[in-house]
Structure formats: structure tokens, C-alpha cells
């Protein structure tokens, strides 16, 4: 059989979020191979130069999460993305330096051997697939064969992940109704939303037990928190002063449009029952929620707020402080901090949340000098 249709066989008895598929992915390997302790999946952000954990299917050891690096400090993984080449590694404890975070890990995970898989497809590099091992000399050269043949469906799996969430995006022209909506609140709003949305949610991951896979879609779904705003008319939109009472009441509708724009595109693509889907929704619908029930459009309270729609509430009310308006100036960073303090003591905002933009305050100060507001 070819491989192609082997691994649409093999893919077809796969289901679940990604971190899921990995896992059931993993159990047949084991099968054939049960020295393999470990196989997990990095994926690469190519805006950042990032190489970050994201989904693993660990069966000895403790998994490393909430880690990243950059990619280009790397001279033999950078050759390996480049190469398309694997690397295998029979002794890790003779060629390997615990003169990194990661690995350190590795060599306290007690792995003896390790195979290393780039993803790539249509010629754009994805990521990482690691398989590691307790044991020495672990991957052969029939090892390998059959590794990468399971590497080939992750990489589909991941590709068929990523294009959902690109149709999402393009669906309904959201991508031209987005550059107009991104005319009226800054050029790089956006992009500065969806990266302090990944500090906040990378920060508090531990608390809220969120795995490197939800991080990653609070992250790319945070973009869209305000696109039921293409739905509310320019007079609205751009009034340079105050909104009276029903001009307020009109834009706050735009909550609703934009779930109803979401369903309607996840509806349409066959995704809703993804669990990425629910974490895009709770995004659009909860991000004006307040933990006080004082947010719109339900007034939810505590924690039928979801932990997506909180982070990006914080995200969003900061770099609104932080970057001019048409109605004021930039707040400094230490006014911003304090107003988000004021907030959490009302009982509006969740502690935890603006607790990561302070403790990070060297890196928020990178995403600002990287994505200057216009």
C-alpha cells in the first residue's frame, strides 16, 4: 500500500483535540516500538522565531511545558529546519550539556536516545516532532522508517488544525473587514492582543492547569475577539467623542454579531464540535464579561467567566491604557499596572492574570517596542 494511503488509513482512526490524536498516535507506535517514552510536537512561529512546546504524549518522565525558544540560537535544529534532515542521538548522556533549561530536562527525564523529526508541508516549516527514549541505540534505521511515517500524520493533523483555524479567520472576508476595523483602534492592536494574551495564559498555565495546546489557541483566537464589530456602523465605530445611551447600547451589540458570526463559520466549516471551537467562542462572547457580573452581554460573575474570555479581558483593557486613542494619550506602564490593580479590587478583573503582565513587565516591554502602536 502507498504511504500516502497508509496514513490516511491510519489517520481515519484518529480523533479528538490534537493533544488526544497524539496520544492515540503514540499507543500504536508502542505497539511496535514500546521503547519509545515519549513523542512530542514544538511548533514554530515564524513571526517570533519561536520553537514552542505545544503537544506531547509522555509515558516516562515529567513533560516540559510553557517552554520556548528562539529557533535562529540553535545552529544544529535551525540546520535541521532548514535540511529537512533528521537527527538521531544513540548516547544523549555523551553528546548532551546541561548548559540549557531544556536540557537539563532531558537529562533528568533519565532519556538514553533520542530521534529528531522536522515538520514541514507545502515547502513552509512547522515545527518539531521529538522521540525519545530509556533506552541506548533505540532508533535504527527500521525505526526511523516507521517514525517518520507517523511523523508524515501529525504533521497532516496539525496542517488540518492550523488551515481550520486560517479558514475561520478568512471566512466572510474577516480578513478585509479587519483591516478596516484595525484603522480605527491601531495598526498593531491586534498583534500586541493575541501576544500578551499568550504571557498572560503562559504565566498562569500552572493555576489553571491550561496545556501548551489551549495556550495556543487563546493566542491565535485572540485576534478575533472584536470581530462582531464589522457589524457596527462607522458613525458608531469612529465617533470621535462619547457614544450617547443608544449609540452604547448599539455597540455593545456587537458581542452577539460576533458569536453569531463565528458560529455561523465554524457551523459552515464542520468544526463546532472541536474543542478549539469552544475556546475561540468563550473568546468572542466572554471578553467584555467582568468577574463583579457587571460586564455585558450576560453579566456573568466568578467562574462562569471563562479563564479565555478573562485573559483577554485583561489583554485588551491593558494595551487600550497603554497606546493612544482618539480620546486620550498613552498611559505610562505604571499607571496601566495600578489602573488594572484598581480593577481587580473591585472584583472586575482576575488577579492572576494582571499579576502575569507585572511580573513580565521586561516582556511586555519587548512586545511594545516590537509592535509600536501608529
Not at 540560537?73 to 548532551?96: M, P
Not at 473587514?177 to 500578551?196: P, V
Not at 498555565?205 to 464589530?229: C, M, N, Q, W
Not at 455561523?264 to 474543542?275: E, F, H, M, T
Request: charged share 25%; proline share 4%; with cysteine.
Amino acid at each position: 500500500m502507498p504511504a500516502v494511503e497508509t496514513i490516511h488509513r491510519v489517520a481515519a482512526g484518529v480523533s479528538g483535540s490534537l493533544g488526544e490524536q497524539l496520544r492515540q498516535i503514540h499507543d500504536r507506535i508502542l505497539e511496535s516500538y514500546p521503547h519509545v517514552a515519549r513523542v512530542a510536537c514544538a511548533l514554530y512561529d515564524e513571526r517570533t522565531d519561536l520553537l514552542k512546546t505545544y503537544i506531547n504524549s509522555t509515558r516516562a518522565g515529567t513533560p516540559i511545558e510553557g517552554y520556548e525558544f528562539t529557533l535562529s540560537k540553535s545552529a544544529s535544529l535551525s540546520s535541521l529546519a532548514e535540511s529537512g534532515e533528521c537527527r538521531v542521538i544513540n548516547d544523549i548522556r555523551a553528546v548532551l550539556k546541561p548548559d540549557n533549561e531544556h536540557s537539563r530536562w532531558v537529562l533528568e527525564q533519565g532519556y538514553q536516545s533520542s530521534l529528531t523529526v522536522p515538520m514541514h508541508l507545502r515547502g513552509q516549516f512547522l515545527g518539531m516532532i521529538f522521540f525519545d527514549s530509556l533506552d541506548r541505540d533505540a532508533f535504527d534505521a527500521r525505526a526511523q522508517r516507521d517514525l517518520i511515517m507517523q511523523c508524515n500524520l501529525v504533521t497532516l493533523s496539525l496542517a488540518n488544525a492550523r488551515d481550520a483555524v486560517r479558514a475561520v479567520l478568512a471566512s466572510a472576508e474577516i480578513a478585509t473587514e479587519f483591516a478596516h476595523l484595525r484603522d480605527y483602534e491601531t495598526g498593531t492592536h491586534l498583534d500586541r492582543m493575541a501576544l500578551y494574551a499568550r504571557l498572560i495564559a503562559r504565566h498562569i498555565a500552572p493555576r489553571y492547569d491550561l496545556s501548551d495546546e489551549t495556550i495556543e489557541h487563546i493566542y491565535l483566537f485572540a485576534p478575533l475577539h472584536d470581530v462582531g464589530k464589522i457589524g457596527i456602523p462607522d458613525r458608531i465605530l469612529k465617533k470621535p467623542g462619547p457614544l450617547d445611551d443608544d449609540e452604547w447600547a448599539e455597540m455593545k451589540t456587537h458581542v452577539e454579531k460576533g458569536v453569531s458570526l463565528i458560529e455561523r463559520v465554524i457551523g459552515k466549516l464542520g468544526v463546532a464540535s472541536q474543542p478549539d471551537s469552544r475556546v475561540m467562542l468563550n473568546i468572542v462572547a466572554g471578553h467584555h464579561e467582568m468577574l463583579d457580573g457587571s460586564g455585558y452581554p450576560r453579566g456573568l460573575a466568578g467562574d462562569a467567566v471563562p479563564i479565555e474570555a478573562r485573559i483577554i479581558t485583561v489583554a485588551d483593557i491593558f494595551d487600550a491604557l497603554v497606546t493612544r486613542r482618539p480620546y486620550k494619550e498613552p498611559w505610562t506602564l505604571e499607571a496601566a499596572f495600578a489602573e488594572l490593580k484598581r480593577l481587580v479590587e473591585l472584583g472586575k478583573l482576575d488577579a492572576h492574570c494582571v499579576e502575569a503582565l507585572v511580573t513580565e513587565r521586561s516582556e511586555v516591554e519587548a512586545i511594545l517596542a516590537a509592535y509600536p502602536a501608529d
